[in-house]
């Protein structure tokens, strides 16, 4: 699959820091931008773990529901997993306009959702 170089002006200028795959030796191979978590709350590190070992959709599945709704600047998505929770996502992420920090509010609502989805069996 071709990946296109992206475009860094489509970045936005706040809360998240970009690097080039090329600096990750795990992206290897990889061409889009990775995005990593520079405020990672503590409250979500006990699930990092086991969400770095589980993918996103049978998370979903566990829990029996999609990640919390957010809304960034009017515009609805559902809460990035992987920036939240992993504390690592890719530029080209349909939840990117989520890679901002979270108010306690919405902290509390994505633990809730973490506690069904990476339930210990
Ligand atoms: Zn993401």
């Known amino acids: 699959m071709e ?4 475009a860094l002006h489509d970045a936005p200028r706040h809360g998240w820091r970009i690097k080039p795959g090329e600096d990750d030796p795990k992206s290897k191979g990889k061409n889009s931008l990775q995005v990593k978590n520079s405020t990672h709350v ?3 590190t006990q699930f990092r773990k086991l969400a ?3 993918a996103v959709p049978k998370a979903e599945q566990k829990a029996g529901s999609p990640p919390p709704e957010i809304t960034h600047n009017g515009t609805k998505v ?3 997993v992987g920036y939240h929770v992993k504390g690592k996502c890719w530029e ?3 939840r990117a306009a989520d890679h901002v920090a ?3 509010q919405d902290t509390a609502k994505l633990v809730e959702w973490c506690k ?3 339930a210990e069996e």
């Open 3 to 6: 990946r296109g170089i992206p």
């Open 78 to 80: 559902q809460m990035c």
């Open 116 to 118: 069904k989805a990476y």
């Open 52 to 54: 770095l070992a589980t």
């Open 92 to 94: 080209k992420c349909p």
């Open 102 to 104: 979270h108010s306690a």
């Open 42 to 44: 503590p409250e979500l």
